[in-house]
């Protein structure tokens, strides 16, 4: 079962039949100030689906609901990669067969989760139709390096937030997307290291018992990371900041974040509930 962790005080366990399929949702195409939704033919979530619920908790559990950014923040748009195109259903075709390749190796679970990318709306848009590339913008996003992507937990989404770029009127984009991690190594910030240590590892974190973020390297960026929803957002107190300290202003404001995330429960949904590929 693939899980996404909310820092919500109700555990929910969720079934196939329950979650709206692609099309059972509002097919209408709606931009909302994204340019890409309609030349790829993204599927808008209604607001007051249980999908839309679902992860709205998700991202704001993910922001702090004790902070006053989740305040700050707002959902303006959810869509949903349906991957129509020749290659959209060829990268989800990929990630059906790894996900199994992987579950083989590693004796049955491909330990495939959720988690967050955030990144420029254009490098957004590029991704949703051509899948991840070599990051040549790595200055600017300190998730994309040339030899690997850094995605959020499920539970951190704020991390995903602030490597996002807003524009002028504060509108950024998030991807949620499911991510195949299969037997985890640490690798450290200074690390040199552009692949897995050895065939036993898969993915990379920052820290196994609790990681703020999942590392794929290249090789596997568009084989093991399958984006599955656009997430529009305004936050306008991210006008021009970069990062953490600078988007609060004040220490305070992060240290009541963090306690949220210690008193999560777990939003439980059976894999491919989602996002189907």
Known sequence: MNQIVVEDQVSVTIGDDQIPCATSGSNEIDSDGLEFVVKNGLAKIQESSLEDFIIRTSFFSGMGQNSGLAKKTKIVAIHKNLNSSWSGKARAQ??????KAVADKCGGDANVKYAWYGAASDEISDIVMHGFSWCLKADGNRDCSRHSISLSPA??????????????????????????????EVVTADSNQFHPSSPEFDSSVDDLSAPRKYIVWSPYMNSHILPCYIISFEAPYLRGKKDFQAATDTKSERNSWKPVVSCCSQLVLKQGALCRS
């Open 155 to 184: 539970k951190f989404s704020f991390d995903s937030v602030l490597s996002s770029e807003v524009d002028e009127n504060g509108l950024g984009l998030l991807l949620l997307c499911r991510v195949i991690l299969g037997k985890q």
């Open 94 to 99: 990929s990630f059906q067969v790894f996900s």
